[in-house]
C-alpha cells in the first residue's frame, strides 16, 4: 500500500459511507464527520453489510479492521488525517466551503479528494489555499464492492498528487482511472447520462416501461459491459476484420434517428483511423477467436453466479435447465442423466486437470438436478421442506482437462420415506468414469429440525424412479469404504 494509514470521512451518507466501509476492511483507521443524527448508525450498518459482501468476495487473508471514530467536528476529523474523503451534497457553494475548510486544517502533506460525481475539480477548489493536493476521486456505488474510482485534478493539480492517488487507491482494491481531461461528468457519468436520457424519452414516449428498459440492460449489452467496454464489443462485432470493419458497417448509423442524442462527431477518415488504432492497442494482441472464447468464458461465470441468486438472466438460465430435464426421456434401463457441462479454466489445478473439489461441485449440482426432479421446489423449501446430504463417498478415478465435455448420471439405490440412497457418476465425453459419488439424504422439517417423511406428490415420483431403476445392475463401488474393493 502507501504511507496512508488514517483517513478521513466528511459526509457520511451512501458514498461517504462506502468510503468508509472499504478504508476500514483495508485496515485503515476511520475519523467521520457527518452532522445527521443518524449518520453513525446508517453507516455503522453499512460497514457491517460490506464485512459481509468482502467475506464473500475476498478468499485472501485480510487485515485486522480499522478503528472507526466519529468527531464532533470536521477540524477534529481532518487534523491528523492523511487522506480525507470529501463525500458532500453535490452543490458547488456546498463543497467550495467545506474544501477550502479542510484545506486550512489538514495537516500539510495530506491528500485531499473529493468523491463529486461532475462537477468541475477547478471550480470547487477555488477557495483552497493549496489546490495542488487536490484531486477527484470519484467513486460508482457501492463504493466498497465496485472497484472504478476515477480521478481528475484541476488546473492546479500536482502531477505528484494524481500519483499518489493513484497507488492509494490501488492498493485498497480499487481501479483508478486518470481523467486526463477536465470535463463536467468525467468519463463513466457522461456514459451514463447519455443512457438514462435516452432510457427516459423511451418511458416518456410509451415505447417501453421502465422494467423493459431495464431488462434490455441486464438481459443483453449490460452483462457484456462488465468486462467488456463498448469498443471492445464492438471490435468483436467486426469480425476477424476487426474495428475498422465494424465502423464501416455501423458507422452511416450515426446518421440515422436512433437515439434522441444525435448531436455526434462526423464520422471522418481521421476518427476511423484514430478509434481503429486505439482499438489495435487494446485488443491487437489477441486472437480472434481467443477474445471470443475469453467473452463466452466471461459470460458463463457471469451467468452461473446469477443463478446462485436465482435473478436476472441466471433465472433464465435455471428455467431454461428446467424445462430441458423435464424434457429429458429417460429408458427403464439408464440412469437419470441431470448435469453436463464441460470444465472451464479456473477448474484447473497446478497439474493441469480439474481439481478435486470441482467434483464434488458437480455432483452437487447433479443432486440439486435431482431434486428438482422430484419436486422439490421453491414451493416445497418455503414450506420448510428440505433433503440434506448427510453422507458422501466420493471416488476420483481419472482426469478431465480444461475444456473437455462432461455428463453426471444417478442411479436411485434404495428410498422410503425419508431416507434417499443415490449413486451419482461422471462420464467423460469419450465414456471414461471420472468419479462417483454415492451419497445419503435425509428429508428435513427444518421448522421442527429434525428428520420427517417426504410429501406423497414427492415419495410418487421417487416410486416410478425407483421401477425404472430396479432392473439395473448395483454400480462398482456402491456400498464400499475407504481402500475397500
Not at 146 to 158: A, F, H, N, W, Y
Request: some cysteine; glycine content about 8%.
Amino acid at each position: 500500500m502507501t504511507d496512508i494509514r488514517h483517513c478521513a470521512i466528511i459526509g457520511g451518507g451512501v458514498i461517504g459511507g462506502g468510503w468508509a466501509a472499504r478504508f476500514l476492511l483495508a485496515g485503515l483507521d476511520v475519523t467521520v464527520f457527518d452532522p445527521h443524527p443518524e449518520a453513525e448508525r446508517r453507516l455503522r450498518e453499512m460497514v457491517a453489510l460490506a464485512g459481509r459482501a468482502w467475506a464473500k468476495l475476498i478468499s485472501a487473508p485480510l487485515p485486522p479492521l480499522g478503528n472507526l471514530h466519529f468527531a464532533v467536528s470536521l477540524q477534529e476529523a481532518v487534523r491528523h488525517a492523511d487522506l480525507i474523503q470529501e463525500s458532500a451534497p453535490e452543490v458547488e457553494s456546498i463543497k467550495q466551503t467545506i474544501l477550502a475548510e479542510i484545506d486550512r486544517f489538514a495537516k500539510p502533506d495530506a491528500l485531499i479528494c473529493s468523491s463529486t460525481s461532475g462537477l468541475l475539480p477547478t471550480q470547487i477548489t477555488a477557495r483552497m489555499t493549496h489546490p495542488e493536493r487536490f484531486t477527484v476521486a470519484h467513486p460508482f456505488n457501492p463504493v466498497y464492492l465496485l472497484p472504478l474510482v476515477e480521478l481528475c485534478g484541476g488546473e492546479k493539480t500536482s502531477v505528484e498528487t494524481i500519483a499518489r492517488a493513484k497507488a492509494f487507491y490501488a492498493g485498497i482494491g480499487m481501479h483508478p482511472l486518470h481523467v486526463r481531461k477536465e470535463i463536467d461528468g468525467f468519463i463513466a457519468d457522461r456514459l451514463l447520462e447519455a443512457l438514462w436520457r435516452e432510457a427516459l424519452w423511451l418511458v416518456h414516449d410509451g415505447v417501453a416501461t421502465v422494467e423493459e428498459v431495464d431488462d434490455a440492460i441486464r438481459f443483453g449489452a449490460g452483462m457484456r459491459w462488465a468486462f467488456m467496454g463498448t469498443f471492445q464489443v464492438y471490435r468483436l462485432a467486426g469480425g476477424e476484420a476487426g474495428m475498422r470493419h465494424f465502423m464501416a458497417q455501423f458507422g452511416p448509423t450515426l446518421k440515422l434517428p436512433w437515439t434522441k442524442l444525435m448531436d455526434v462527431p462526423d464520422f471522418t477518415d481521421e476518427l476511423v483511423d484514430l478509434v481503429a488504432a486505439q482499438s489495435d492497442d487494446q485488443s491487437g494482441h489477441w486472437k480472434f477467436r481467443d477474445l471470443e472464447a475469453k467473452r463466452d468464458d466471461c459470460l458463463i461465470g457471469i451467468m452461473r453466479s446469477l443463478k446462485t441468486q436465482d435473478f436476472g438472466a441466471g433465472a433464465t438460465l435455471a428455467g431454461f435447465e428446467k424445462v430441458l430435464r423435464d424434457r429429458a426421456t429417460d429408458s427403464d434401463a439408464e440412469a437419470l442423466r441431470l448435469y453436463e457441462g464441460r470444465v472451464p479454466a479456473e477448474w484447473i489445478d497446478y497439474n493441469g486437470h480439474m481439481t478435486e473439489s470441482r467434483y464434488l461441485e458437480i455432483f452437487g449440482y447433479t443432486t440439486d438436478a435431482l431434486l428438482a426432479r422430484i419436486g422439490m421446489d421453491d414451493a416445497m423449501l418455503a414450506k420448510g421442506f428440505s433433503y440434506y446430504t448427510v453422507e458422501t463417498h466420493l471416488r476420483h478415478l481419472d482426469e478431465a482437462k480444461q475444456g473437455e465435455a462432461f455428463v453426471a448420471t444417478t442411479q436411485l439405490l434404495k428410498h422410503d420415506d425419508k431416507r434417499l440412497h443415490v449413486f451419482h457418476s461422471l462420464f467423460h465425453e469419450d465414456g471414461r468414469l471420472l468419479a462417483t459419488a454415492e451419497q445419503m439424504l435425509l428429508h428435513v422439517d427444518m421448522k421442527a429440525h429434525r428428520a420427517a417423511p417426504a410429501a406423497p406428490e414427492v415419495l410418487s415420483i421417487l416410486d416410478g424412479i425407483a421401477a425404472s431403476h430396479c432392473t439395473l445392475p448395483v454400480p462398482d463401488g456402491a456400498g464400499r469404504s475407504i481402500g475397500q474393493r
